[in-house]
């Protein structure tokens, strides 16, 4: 006769709890951290480059970049300003997760630091499901991508702290409407901090960096 | 998504848990998967099927119960379900409503001998 045994154990437990050990190592280390994600060519990679220059003298940054393969984005952080800057290859992956911000976090002298930003692997799906141990989760969402990307995608959407709205110089010349997209936004995650900007132009990039030497310094 | 790891996961677990309490075999699991958690547990049975062979799991049975998504208006707190066109409160039309349902995704239990 079978008998029952009470497991209740969530199934991405592992993932979460090593999660919260990072965020414990990076807080005690009096470090702001975020985890920025977003499909393939959103900006991730651009908005640290724009990032990095105005937070010089500023801010110390140290930032780890995931891809499948080669460290063109850790290349272009270290090239932006990023005091430190570390690639991880997931090697076929398509998310990072705790088990490899663990393994990162262990080359870095976390000390040495203010701000830890964390590029996520262009997709727009799976790194919601998985929590790092950042501070943050912010979203870069870019105008060409089109304006129904809340409604397709809400697991992504309603989830994040911060969402960024790049490429917004390209708005004359794309089928965007922007209360349609917000809307989209709001009903998933209303009050959610917004920053439309532009990482050509640099406009609306201020606003973005008030934001994270606010956060860094309150750190 | 992801079915395969996680699959390999609730074996873990599932092993875990039946090694604690000496069984010999692993006869069903108990699997709750909210509308709302990411999972699909067709995947999930298939993978399963390639994994537990050759473990005390091998003929284990998996039963996955779902639990249908719950909103609350933070505006008006009437709780509802939301339907695939419509995230908004049927009752005030609010916008920003809390998930109280339908995200749970886990090992509720197992059945040994």
Redesign the interface.
Known sequence: ????????????N?NDRLAEENRARIESAGVFSINIMASPGAGKTSLIEQTLPRLKDKLRVAAIDGDIATSIDSDRAAAAGALAAIQINTGGDCHLDAVMLHGALDKLDLTQFDLLIVENVGNL??PA?FKLGTHKTVLVASVPEGDDKPYKY??TYRGVDVLVINKIDLLPYVNFKMDYFERGV??????VTTFPLSCTTGEGLDAWVEWLITNSQKA | MHELPITESILKIALQHAEKANAKRITDLHIVIGELASMVDDSIQFYWEIIAKDTIAEKATLHFRRVPAELQCMTCFEKYHPTDKELVCPKCGGVGAKIIAGEEFALESIDVE
């Open positions: 006769m079978p008998q029952n045994i009470s497991v209740v154990e969530n199934i991405l592992a799906v799976c499901n809400p697991g709001q009903v998933l995650n209303p009050g």
